[in-house]
């Protein structure tokens, strides 16, 4: 039986009673967590950034809850990271800077006494987590974070860790996704360290033109092999909205697989991104058969 507002496909008519007009009214009017957001504290984002102007556009789209999930990225091996790969030369985001722990928690603190009736939450973005798990430990250790994302932007190729996008144009496009998908599985089984898989496809924001149209189910099994282990896991998907929207038939497999929640995240490096495409990425993942959880800061569940 379908749910969504306004309609319900049953074997007789329907029309909504006044409990239905109010349940339909409520779920129109309810905007999921922004579980992902970037703010000044984030390596990479410019002069505009700023925590407290993404919580007043948090407060003035009525989403319940924000986190603020800063880059963690590292340029260099430290204690127990590497693996088989310390000799290898870490070749992407050489500019990138540490997070400011004690600075951006106290920033975090000032939100939350300005803007009281917003659930605030402390977060990290771990980049290759996998590949640098002593380093990453660090940082947790370093304060509360609420709401930690695991995420792959880089892959090892040859001797070097380079960003995954850039190996468009070196082989095939369709190869880069398949190692990227590879990369992201054996992250997924070699690091705990993070509660929400961050854009499980980034390389696919910037698919060639030139090839077509991006096909899900040209790596349906790669997909699946990664939903898989992160269901196992009892750890939760994201629905990340500056990425291409995903189909209703990719987060199908992600409910096949086991999984039992999806997190919305707006990946957001400027205040005004901040719950873009939320009303979409809804419509998509209570299509594939999630709905809100238990209250209006959970994830969305199964």
Same mark, same amino acid.
């Given at each position: 039986?379908?749910?969504r507002c306004g309609t319900?496909?049953?074997?007789?008519?329907?029309?909504p009673?006044?409990?239905?007009?109010?349940a339909?009214? %409520?779920?129109?009017?309810m905007?999921p #967590?922004?579980?992902?957001?970037? %703010?000044?504290?984030?390596?990479d !984002?410019?002069?505009?950034a700023?925590?407290?102007?993404?919580?007043e556009r948090?407060?003035?789209?009525?989403?319940?809850?924000?986190?603020? !999930?800063?880059h963690?990225?590292?340029t260099?091996?430290?204690?127990?990271?590497?693996a088989?790969?310390?000799?290898v030369q870490i070749? %992407?985001?050489?500019?990138?800077?540490?997070?400011?722990?004690?600075?951006?928690?106290?920033?975090?603190?000032?939100?939350r006494? /300005?803007?009281?009736?917003?659930?605030?939450? !402390?977060g990290?973005?771990?980049?290759?987590?996998?590949?640098f798990?002593g380093?990453?430990?660090?940082?947790?250790?370093?304060?509360?974070?609420?709401?930690v994302?695991?995420?792959?932007h880089?892959?090892?190729?040859?001797e070097?860790?380079?960003?995954?996008?850039?190996?468009?144009? #070196?082989?095939?496009?369709?190869?880069v996704?398949?190692?990227?998908?590879?990369?992201l599985l054996?992250l997924?089984?070699?690091?705990d360290?993070?509660?929400?898989?961050?854009?499980a496809?980034?390389?696919r924001?910037?698919?060639?033109a030139g090839?077509?149209?991006?096909?899900?189910?040209?790596?349906e099994?790669?997909?699946?092999?990664?939903f898989?282990?992160l269901?196992?896991?009892?750890r939760v998907?994201?629905?990340?909205? /500056?990425?291409p929207?995903w189909?209703?038939?990719?987060?199908r497999w992600w409910r096949d697989?086991?999984?039992r929640?999806?997190?919305?995240?707006?990946?957001?490096?400027?205040?005004?991104r901040v719950?873009?495409?939320?009303?979409? #990425?809804?419509?998509?993942?209570?299509?594939?058969?999630?709905?809100?959880?238990?209250d209006?800061?959970d994830?969305w569940?199964r």
């Amino acid at each position: 039986m379908n749910t969504r507002c306004g309609t319900k496909i049953a074997a007789v008519a329907w029309r909504p009673g006044p409990v239905d007009r109010v349940a339909c009214v %409520t779920m129109l009017l309810m905007k999921p #967590a922004d579980n992902h957001v970037h %703010t000044e504290w984030s390596w990479d !984002t410019s002069l505009e950034a700023s925590m407290e102007r993404s919580c007043e556009r948090a407060v003035s789209l009525g989403i319940p809850s924000i986190a603020f !999930t800063e880059h963690v990225d590292f340029t260099a091996w430290g204690d127990g990271d590497g693996a088989d790969h310390r000799g290898v030369q870490i070749a %992407t985001r050489t500019y990138s800077q540490p997070l400011a722990v004690e600075g951006y928690l106290a920033c975090v603190e000032r939100c939350r006494d /300005r803007f009281p009736g917003l659930r605030v939450l !402390t977060g990290i973005e771990a980049g290759e987590p996998h590949l640098f798990p002593g380093s990453v430990a660090g940082v947790l250790a370093g304060g509360h974070f609420q709401r930690v994302l695991g995420s792959l932007h880089s892959v090892v190729e040859g001797e070097r860790l380079v960003a995954a996008d850039s190996l468009y144009g #070196a082989i095939p496009a369709i190869d880069v996704m398949r190692r990227y998908l590879g990369e992201l599985l054996r992250l997924v089984k070699g690091s705990d360290a993070f509660e929400v898989l961050a854009h499980a496809d980034f390389p696919r924001r910037y698919w060639p033109a030139g090839e077509g149209p991006y096909d899900e189910a040209e790596f349906e099994d790669e997909y699946r092999a990664v939903f898989r282990e992160l269901a196992a896991s009892g750890r939760v998907l994201e629905m990340n909205t /500056r990425s291409p929207l995903w189909s209703v038939s990719l987060l199908r497999w992600w409910r096949d697989e086991g999984g039992r929640a999806v997190s919305f995240g707006s990946d957001a490096h400027l205040p005004w991104r901040v719950g873009a495409r939320f009303d979409e #990425a809804v419509a998509v993942v209570e299509a594939a058969g999630f709905r809100p959880g238990a209250d209006r800061f959970d994830f969305w569940r199964r």
